[in-house]
């Protein structure tokens, strides 16, 4: 092949190693086949594909701080959120019977990651609120023992 006839290849490759070798879909984002495209195209689909509301939670995120996670039980439900506020701030917005389980550092993509993993005890048509399975009890206590109890700052401490 001549240079000036080069065609790029696609720079995907196969777990093992195996590059793909297709020439690239000229109007890719990045250089690759329009069977790796698709592949990713369907992945995203699938994984990001909300099956109760049928709504696109869409991974392309803004850049912005760091947030935190927060994790609060109301009643029998808990909510897994995200914000950039304050914790005492945001919680201005929820029940004052509101009871903060755990947090974690991160923001909508770690959100985002738990919602999905949660995903089996999703409160019907809605997006944030979780019934209080074993395994998602499991996981408040896990982060309660990397990230200590967040309860102990009293602008968030739990009334009764
Ligand atoms: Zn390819």
Not at 10 to 31: L, M
Not at 82 to 90: C, E, F, G, N, S
Not at 106 to 111: A, H, M, S, T
Not at 125 to 148: I, S, T, Y
């Amino acid at each position: 092949m001549s240079e000036s006839s080069y065609a790029p290849i696609c720079s995907a490759q196969s777990w093992d190693g195996d590059p793909c070798e297709q020439p690239c879909n000229e109007d890719a984002p990045y250089p690759v086949c329009e069977t790796h495209l698709m592949y990713g195209y369907r992945y995203v689909n699938q994984t990001f594909l909300d099956e109760e509301t049928g709504v696109r939670d869409w991974p392309v995120r803004e850049p912005g701080p760091v947030g935190v996670v927060y994790y609060v039980r109301v009643g029998d439900q808990v909510k897994i959120g995200t914000t950039t506020m304050a914790l005492d701030v945001r919680f201005q917005m929820l029940p004052p019977d509101r009871h903060l389980l755990a947090t974690e550092p991160g923001g909508r993509d770690v959100e985002r990651i738990r919602h999905l993993q949660f995903k089996h005890l999703r409160v019907v048509h809605n997006r944030e609120w979780f019934r209080a399975g074993p395994d998602l009890w499991d996981h408040v206590r896990d982060l309660r023992e990397r990230h200590g109890d967040p309860t102990s700052d009293p602008r968030v401490a739990n009334r009764g």
